[in-house]
């Protein structure tokens, strides 16, 4: 009789959690998959127990270890950042404090920086002020759940960045919550092309009527794969993904490796002038560092033809990339971020081109200290895609291109699309944006600047070379 009351007692135990989880909208993970989801956060509590008896460290997942993971984590859900007895971390790099830190008093907010020249050859008639420096990367509808880019440009409002379409065209889930807007068009023009995968201007016109849309960015290349085309499977074209890319249904939505009409940097040129032309506002190209005389070529086609100068460039290390790419192309093709950016703001400095082209950097910059490196290294905006995938959620489970992500994050299967709650996320979003500024601001503070803007390349030195490859100015360099 006791038996069956216990069991009793643990079944009803058991139904009362299982509903409780499925109605929660925090834990995603828990709303998918109920009662047995807990083990991960069983695992996940015990490993910081378990390590030192050899559990797997902190440091040694990649593409991004625990560390790195659980900062982001902890960020976007309001959870203090404090440690304890010191540092786990062995950074390739460290910023050189200041004797003599800004005080509170002394602090003063970034005040923005204006995109586009309103005057000139190459002037666009809606320059664009953009007022954060971090700000989250091209990531298509259809590669992320409509879930995801709901709660992605919900939170990009509150957190007031803006928030890049990919290439995958305008969704309107990217417009619900109001944040400025960057369309990405990549090698298949999707959203802006026509029938046979020109570039329709009516269809770019329509879009740069939306208050919203900002700028327009020209994708040449993306770290995940620099020299083949996006890459969507089949089973993630649904029909609605179908009507805004302009493609067929259920079909692999594969881009071209580059774009047809854009061979060299004068057809750049001419590509960046028309854009710029029909919509009247800024227009940038999203690249990978590679071959070292391209820059040169480009820069010097800027000073000589300046209305296809574009207003920004976009630098993606080659170890950037949350899309599907063959592991050919992931891991071993495209520059570092870490080499690849001092190469383009050097060269953009050597062409006297620094007040009129804005660098954005992206490339696992997910933590405030590798924001903080990159505004050193001459960057004026940084962008991340992953970051902002953690921030929602994501648990790194590697399942992006099967449509199976367990978080929904990435998922094309609405029972786990449903666990991802975009007013929940939005908040997360909105933390994890905040969180990256404050401790970037704390340490310019530490090297006695009164805001991000003066970071320069002597505030950061490396400390132990072949580590993370970051480069920088050595004492008596």
Known sequence: M???????????????????NRRQTTHTILRNFPIIGYFRYFAE??????RQYQYLPDWSERPFNRLERSWVYRSAKGVSNLRSFGSENVPPFIFRNAAFPILDEEKRPWTGKQIGIAEGPGACRMPYTAMSFFNISGMSYGALSHAAVSALSR??????????????????????????????????????????????EDKLRAIAAYDQVRMFEVKLAQGAKPGKGGILPGVKVTQKIADIRGIPVGQDSISPNRHKDIGNVRELGAFVNRVRTITGKPVGVKFVAGDPTFLDDWFTECLARPEGCPDYIHVDGGEGGSGAAPASLMDYVGMPITLALPQVTAARERHGLTDRIRIIAAGKLITPDKVAWALCMGADF???????MFSLGCIQAMKCASGKCPTGVT???????????????????????????????????SCGLNDPGGFLPRHVTEIERGVGGFRAPQAGD
């Open 2 to 20: 006791l038996a069956t009351i216990i069991a009793i007692v643990l079944l009803t135990a058991l139904v009362v959690l299982y509903i409780h």
């Open 45 to 50: 509590t015990l490993g910081e127990y378990m």
């Open 155 to 200: 939170g990009a409002k509150i957190a007031n960045i803006w928030m890049a379409t990919g290439e995958g065209g305008l969704a309107p889930n990217h417009l619900e919550g109001g944040c400025d807007i960057v369309m990405q068009m990549g090698t298949a023009k999707y959203g802006v092309r026509d029938a046979e995968g020109n570039l329709s």
């Open 382 to 388: 940084v962008s991340s895609a992953r970051g902002f």
């Open 411 to 445: 998922s094309s299967e609405e029972r786990l699309i449903a666990g991802l709650d975009p007013t929940d996320k939005a908040t997360r979003v909105a933390r994890y944006a905040a969180r990256i500024r404050d401790d970037v601001d704390t340490i310019a503070h």
